[in-house]
């Protein structure tokens, strides 16, 4: 076997392990969702930064009222034919087209993270202050409208220093890094990694989602004995 057939094979296993255990970590999530917020048909519950929500229908039933909200209308429309969610397109600024208290319940997972800076701006902010000054800010906004629009929430984002960076599959120190340099890793890898990104995530501590979340109970994700995430819950 040549090389590039071999490592287009450990690419392979590689995508499937990381593909595995995603899906239970979000079986876990998904459960304490269950758990902590009791949902029952008659809430209006939305789904922030959903794709097409098919992580949400994994959760729950159908019959539930269930608003799916991202910033690709192609992805929310697709969620309406695939589940019958009703598809919502948000700008990229954190501001949400909803009164106060609009919904009994907001689910947001893996996704404040990305809530940065736009995607047309992201390989130009080389500076590491920059980025995390305005990504901080649209965090902060975000964060605010959740708390905002419902009655109840549940945001989960990954630990800043988990050993392995969840976006890029490489060692935490792409976290690290100065931007300048992050950037540059994450061209030079998409062009063989099996995992391909975009330099957009702004990853936080405990202490930042306390920030952030003042009202929530904080819940936290072990893997291998390991702080994997933080999941701020009102309910």
Same mark, same amino acid.
């Given at each position: 076997m040549n090389p590039a057939a071999i490592w287009t094979r450990v690419g392979q296993l590689i995508t499937t392990a990381a593909h595995a255990y995603s899906a239970r970590q979000r079986r876990r999530r998904g459960a304490l969702f269950l758990e902590r917020l009791r949902p029952v048909p008659a809430d209006r519950i939305l789904d922030l930064g959903s794709e097409d929500g098919s992580h949400i229908a994994s959760i729950l039933d159908r019959g539930y009222d269930v608003s799916i909200a991202d910033i690709d209308r192609a992805a929310v429309e697709s969620g309406q034919r695939k589940f019958g969610f009703r598809p919502v397109v948000v700008p990229e600024d954190g501001a949400l087209p909803f009164a &106060?208290? #609009?919904?009994?319940?907001v689910f947001c997972?893996?996704? $404040?993270? #990305? !809530? /940065? $800076? &736009?995607?047309?701006? %992201?390989?130009?902010?080389r500076s590491t202050r920059e980025f995390r000054r305005a990504a901080w800010a649209r965090q @902060?906004? %975000? !964060? &605010?409208? $959740?708390r905002r629009i419902g009655r109840r929430y549940y945001v989960q984002t990954p630990y800043r220093y988990f050993p392995i960076e969840s976006h890029t599959w490489l060692p935490a120190v792409i976290v690290l890094v100065p931007r300048w340099l992050q950037i540059r890793l994450i061209d030079r890898m998409n062009r063989f990694w099996p995992? @391909? /990104?975009?330099?957009?995530?702004? %990853?936080l501590t405990p202490a930042d989602m306390r920030i952030l979340f003042p009202d929530a109970e904080l819940c936290y994700e072990r893997s291998f004995g390991l702080l994997k995430s933080m999941i701020a819950v009102r309910s």
């Open positions: &106060d208290g #609009h919904f009994d319940i997972s893996s996704v $404040i993270e #990305h !809530a /940065t $800076i &736009d995607k047309k701006d %992201l390989w130009q902010y @902060k906004r %975000l !964060a &605010d409208e $959740i995992k @391909k /990104t975009d330099p957009d995530f702004h %990853l």
